[in-house]
């Protein structure tokens, strides 16, 4: 996929929702890139609450790891690299609050 492809220019601050989401890793590295952010993206992945529980692919997991960018998942699973909060867990929000106010001070 090429950058011309997607529906994204410099001059964006988010994605219009009526033309493209960054629907694939790769089209969000691209976006992400194209923001010119004077910090790292905060980028908060969860599973479904809905849909049966299967859980990240690991092909997933090991692509997000490689990104350049203040990532976590909401998920009971635990993940060697990346940071995880329960939403089953007492205080999930504040939880993850003080997560991100502790990893933002260090940056």
């Known amino acids: 996929m090429s950058i011309s492809t997607c529906n994204w220019s410099k ?3 988010a994605p219009n929702p009526q033309k493209a989401w960054p629907r694939t ?8 890139q194209l923001l010119e952010w004077e910090k ?3 980028l ?9 529980t ?3 692919s690991q092909t997933f997991l090991d692509a997000l ?11 009971d699973s635990s ?3 990346l940071p995880t909060f329960s ?3 007492p205080h999930p929000i504040q939880s993850i609050l003080n997560w991100l106010q502790r990893t933002l001070l260090q940056n």
């Open 44 to 52: 908060i992945f969860y599973e479904n609450a809905i849909a049966p």
């Open 87 to 89: 939403p089953k867990g």
């Open 65 to 75: 790891t490689r990104f350049d960018a203040t990532i976590c998942l909401i998920t």
């Open 11 to 13: 001059n964006t601050t």
């Open 79 to 81: 993940h060697p690299i």
């Open 40 to 42: 790292y993206p905060i």
């Open 25 to 32: 890793l790769t089209e969000l590295q691209i976006y992400s």
């Open 54 to 56: 299967q859980g990240f």
